[in-house]
């Protein structure tokens, strides 16, 4: 599949990887929002967060319980605070169809998002 997150998921695009396990890859946004902006991609091909099956429980599970405060923690903005977005879909901002979690922090954000 011709997928840029299924290629950095296996080594085949480099990237700064911030952590990896069995199921999930993180690196840093090429293109950073914030002074720390990582993206959070399952290893598995899953088009957006409307695609999840029941199948993938454990691993949004892991996502979100394990993997998200773990790097939040590492990288310094637990304690801050920071956001946690998935863009989905065209009007969702969605431009990479592969799911990911943006992990953004180090500044303030604002409300509503544009
Ligand atoms: P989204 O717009 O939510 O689909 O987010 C896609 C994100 O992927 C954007 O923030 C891009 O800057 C980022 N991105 C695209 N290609 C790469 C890459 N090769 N390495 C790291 N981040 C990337
Ligand atoms: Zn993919």
Same mark, same amino acid.
């Given at each position: 599949? !011709?997928?840029?997150?299924?290629?950095?998921?296996?080594? /085949?695009? #480099?990237?700064?990887? $911030?952590?990896?396990?069995?199921? *999930?890859?993180?690196?840093?946004?090429? @293109? #950073?929002?914030? #002074?720390?902006?990582?993206?959070?991609?399952?290893?598995?091909?899953?088009? @957006? *967060?409307?695609?999840?099956? +029941? /199948? !993938?429980? /454990?691993?949004?599970?892991?996502?979100?319980? !394990?993997?998200?405060?773990?790097?939040?923690?590492?990288?310094?903005?637990?304690? =801050?605070?920071?956001? *946690? *977005?998935? =863009? +989905? &879909? !065209?009007?969702?901002?969605? +431009? $990479?169809?592969?799911?990911? $979690?943006?992990?953004?922090? &180090?500044?303030?954000? +604002?409300?509503?998002?544009?």
């Amino acid at each position: 599949m !011709d997928c840029i997150f299924c290629k950095i998921a296996t080594g /085949e695009i #480099p990237s700064q990887k $911030v952590y990896e396990d069995e199921s *999930v890859v993180a690196f840093k946004d090429l @293109s #950073p929002k914030a #002074p720390v902006h990582v993206l959070i991609v399952p290893k598995k091909h899953i088009q @957006s *967060v409307a695609h999840f099956q +029941t /199948e !993938d429980k /454990e691993l949004a599970a892991h996502i979100f319980v !394990d993997v998200v405060p773990k790097l939040a923690n590492e990288l310094g903005i637990a304690e =801050n605070g920071f956001r *946690v *977005v998935m =863009n +989905t &879909g !065209d009007d969702g901002g969605q +431009t $990479v169809h592969h799911l990911h $979690v943006h992990l953004l922090g &180090g500044r303030k954000f +604002t409300w509503p998002p544009g």
